[in-house]
């Protein structure tokens, strides 16, 4: 079945320095890749969608390209703020799932330190 | 964005109660779902529903739950009895569902406590 892997579950980062989160997946189908934030007692929030006919989805200062040929939609912001700090989820949803069910992945934490 | 609310915020309950969480999704949206989050761990699906049915569930949609949206209310997560594993934040969400938008969008949270 379809799978989402996030393989660091903390990430600890300075202000300013670029980040990077990783996401690999397996799906049968070309999937459509998302990313959610989650702020502390907060509800997830869309930050990034993969299909916007091409171009590179771009959110607050985020973006993330989405290889087919790796399976792979990592995010990436080129300067971290304090503000980032929270836990971010990579998920899909296959094409060939008429049901639209999310597949997440384990979850990132992000802390950013001044 | 679009929105989606979830009443109550919180909820304490005794252990058998029957609870029910209630969602107000997104008005066009046709899509609905409940996700469990326990504290410090990842968000797990328990359930879609569409057109009145509930169309996929996974194990942890017990048979002591069920799901409805009478007459385009609310859509209700209900729990009768309610058992201390239940004690989880329960996040509705919602999506239009088409190959185009298939994103969803959440509400944000009902905490429950059962003791």
């Known amino acids: 079945g379809d799978s989402v892997t996030q393989t660091e579950g903390l990430v600890t980062l300075t202000e300013g320095l670029p980040v990077m989160l990783n996401c690999t997946y397996q799906?049968?189908?070309?999937?459509?890749l998302f990313w959610y934030v989650q702020h502390l007692n907060e509800a997830p929030k869309l930050l990034l969608k993969?299909?916007?006919d091409n171009k590179r989805p771009e959110h607050q200062g985020f973006h993330a390209t989405l290889h087919k040929s790796s399976s792979s939609f990592h995010l990436q912001k080129s300067s971290a703020q304090l503000s980032d700090s929270a836990l971010y989820y990579c998920?899909?949803?296959?094409?060939?799932?008429?049901?639209?069910?999310?597949?997440w992945g384990s979850g990132t934490k992000l802390i950013i330190k001044p | 964005g679009p929105k989606v609310l979830q009443i109550p915020s919180h909820q304490i309950i005794d252990m058998g109660q029957m609870v029910t969480l209630n969602c107000d999704p997104v008005?066009?949206?046709?899509?609905f779902y409940w996700y469990k989050q326990i504290l410090g761990q990842q968000m797990e699906f328990l359930v879609n529903?569409?057109?009145?049915?509930?169309?996929?569930k996974s194990k942890l949609f017990k048979d002591q739950f069920s799901v409805e949206r009478p007459d385009g209310s609310y859509f209700t997560l209900k729990i009768q009895p309610t058992a201390l594993e239940d004690s989880a934040v329960y996040f509705c969400?919602?999506?239009f569902g088409t190959g185009g938008a298939p994103e969803q969008y959440f509400g944000p949270g009902t905490r429950l406590t059962v003791l």
């Open positions: 998920a899909l949803i296959g094409r060939g799932d008429s049901n639209y069910q999310l597949i």
């Open positions: 529903f569409y057109n009145g049915k509930v169309m996929e």
């Open positions: 969400a919602s999506s």
């Open positions: 008005s066009n949206h046709l899509y």
């Open positions: 993969s299909f916007t």
């Open positions: 799906s049968t189908y070309s999937p459509f």
